[in-house]
């Protein structure tokens, strides 16, 4: 049995299992499968024994926390992410350096991709999560942090990350894209934005040390264009990523 058959497999008789447990069928993007080592969507209908008095589902996902009808980003970090001790750790961190405030949002908004979202390529998702709704310096920052980290900045005392080298090994060179997104921001004018982000960035961050949203919140206020109508009910350009996110196994 090949290493793909057999992950398939298990991932069919996981889909199955939830669904026979649940009173709606579930299926799974085929981004979602990829991450198992397994091409396509998954219970489709065609894969899936429908048992009868079952729908495929169209609306919540019982198997996750129920968001308010109109939420906001702070519902999104409360019931779609596992923790925000890193992005809240690093925020704090550029408070009490004084950091102006739209540079604060960008601190704690830089890794909200890997908090609820995608972790390839997070600086690039996370800015188009939230650019209709902040300022274009803090988009951008954050688009920019995911090339920026990985070159030091001396003028700053910013040094290539120590967790890098543990991570991707010493030889490791980034990708060619990397680099030219890193040289275009180098010569921008909001590329000290970027760059706070990865000063405040925290490698190595304290499990221990606790810091809630509650400092963030006006600053989240001012910064932060939050729809009334709620993140995803909004027409914007990416209101359909925060349906995804509150919805991941929506049928259609
Ligand atoms: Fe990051
Ligand atoms: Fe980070």
Known sequence: MTAQASLEERADALEQKMSDELDVLLSKSALFNMADGVLGASGMGFDLTTKAGKYFLMTDDPRLPKMPDRPTLLDFFKYRSKGTNHLLQSANLALKSGMPEKTVLACLLHDVANAIFIKSDHGYWGAQLIEPYVDEEVSWAIRAHQAVRFFPDESVGYKYPEMYVKHFGKEYVPDQYIQDAYKA????????????????DLYAFDPNVVVTFEPFIDIIGRHFRQPAEGLGNDNSPVAHFWRTIRRPTKYL
């Open 185 to 200: 921001a180098r010569n921008h004018k909001w590329y000290m934005t970027a760059r706070m982000i990865t000063v405040h």
